[in-house]
């Protein structure tokens, strides 16, 4: 059995919030097998435990992650390659119906980029950077565009795909690709933030909530049908009536975290 001293990926659970860390700084918390292996794991265990409320994802190190182990992509035929993978590890992280937020130190590029946008929420220290390195290497942004063209302003994407440049933290925030960028000293506070305001969130509300966010309509008149559906049910819910009587009541609604 795996020791944590071993594992390149930790999980730990405190007051609701499941913190998963990248711990592989000896290659920039690079996605290697084992490192996909572990996250993938340690991300199905947060999702699935109830008492988990808020996913973090942090890391070690001063990279958040650098993409792609090339080392390991070095040699390997297109079905080998890690990067086929690494889908089911984007969907798993888009599609969790825990909240996930990325906290960011340091520098991502790549396929560390796609994990951000991925992510609900991300923040960032404003020494952190960003780039879309792969045509520079001959590869194609294929898989993380699937979540990072939602998140980023087409002009801006256009430019950052096709150029690769560097670019930093206020200009991720500026084009969506992150939610704030702050001081290194007030990153933990900024997480903190936005995690006690997830906390106050209905767990059902919230999951539902990402799936709403998430859906393709075909019409304006199926969308708004399909909308009253889901606010009637959660209206009527036990979430729901228990939220409206907190409320009326003044009171802290049942599900969140006591002290």
């Not at 190190?61 to 390991?72: A, H, Q, R």
């Not at 991502?108 to 780039?131: C, P, T």
């Not at 001081?183 to 919230?206: F, I, K, N, S």
């Amino acid at each position: 059995m795996r020791g944590m001293a071993d594992e390149l990926v930790h999980l730990s659970v405190e007051r609701g919030v499941a913190t998963i860390t990248l711990d592989s700084p000896h290659n920039r918390n690079a996605l290697s097998a084992q490192l996909r292996r572990e996250l993938r794991a340690h991300l199905t265990t947060a999702i699935d435990a109830p008492e988990v409320r808020v996913i973090v994802l942090d890391h070690t190190g001063t990279v958040f992650c650098s993409g792609m182990d090339l080392k390991e992509s070095k040699g390997a035929g297109s079905s080998d390659q890690g990067v086929n993978e690494f889908p089911e590890l984007l969907q798993l992280i888009w599609e969790s119906p825990t909240p996930v937020v990325a906290k960011l130190a340091g520098p991502a590029r790549a396929g560390g980029v796609g994990l951000i946008a991925a992510a609900d929420i991300a923040v960032a220290a404003e020494g952190a950077s960003f780039a879309f390195t792969e045509v520079r290497i001959g590869v194609v942004p294929a898989v993380i565009s699937v979540t990072v063209l939602p998140r980023l302003l087409p002009r801006a994407a256009h430019e950052l795909f096709l150029t690769g440049e560097k670019f930093d933290a206020a200009r991720a925030a500026q084009i969506g690709l992150i939610n704030s960028a702050v001081p290194a000293d007030r990153l933990d506070d900024e997480v903190r933030r936005y995690t006690d305001m997830l906390a106050l969130g209905a767990p059902q509300a919230l999951a539902a909530t990402k799936q709403m966010l998430r859906r393709h309509p075909v019409s304006m008149a199926d969308d708004f049908a399909a909308m009253l559906e889901l606010s009637a049910k959660h209206f009527a819910g036990a979430e729901g009536q228990e939220g409206i009587a907190s409320f009326l009541q003044k009171r802290p609604a049942s599900w969140v975290p006591q002290d």
